[in-house]
């Protein structure tokens, strides 16, 4: 059974970081690509940042420079380092693989205000 399970948000100022950490079960992320989505309320999820098999990244415009995805393959963990943080990157952060499975986790909110 797949599950993921993210976590690391939070309520921080424009400006600030954060780390996001996704543990997966049932998929093992040295072996396939992943990649961080975001959704905020009446939108349709999108993808952030995604990391292939041979850790070649991409990234949506609106993140890059900003955002560094990367995975530790002995912890089947998948991160999103999140500097310099501004207010529209508020929104619930998840994983998946990518292209994403149906099965999605809770998701982690990050909101950036003042």
């Known amino acids: 059974q797949v599950q993921f399970v993210e976590s690391g948000g939070g309520l921080v100022q424009p400006g600030d970081s954060l780390r996001l950490s996704c543990a997966a079960l049932?998929?093992?992320?040295?072996?396939?690509?992943a990649a961080w989505y975001r959704q905020t309320p009446g939108n349709q999820r999108e993808l952030v940042a995604s990391?292939?098999?041979?850790?070649?990244?991409d990234y949506a415009d609106s993140v890059k420079g900003r955002f560094t995805i990367s995975r530790d393959n002995g912890k089947n963990t998948v991160y999103l380092q999140m500097n310099n943080l501004k207010p529209e990157d508020t929104a619930v952060y998840y994983c998946?693989?990518?292209?994403?499975?149906?099965?999605w986790g809770q998701g982690t909110q990050v909101t950036v205000s003042t």
């Open positions: 998946n693989k990518d292209p994403a499975l149906e099965t």
């Open positions: 049932g998929v093992n992320f040295r072996y396939a690509a």
């Open positions: 990391i292939t098999r041979a850790t070649s990244v």
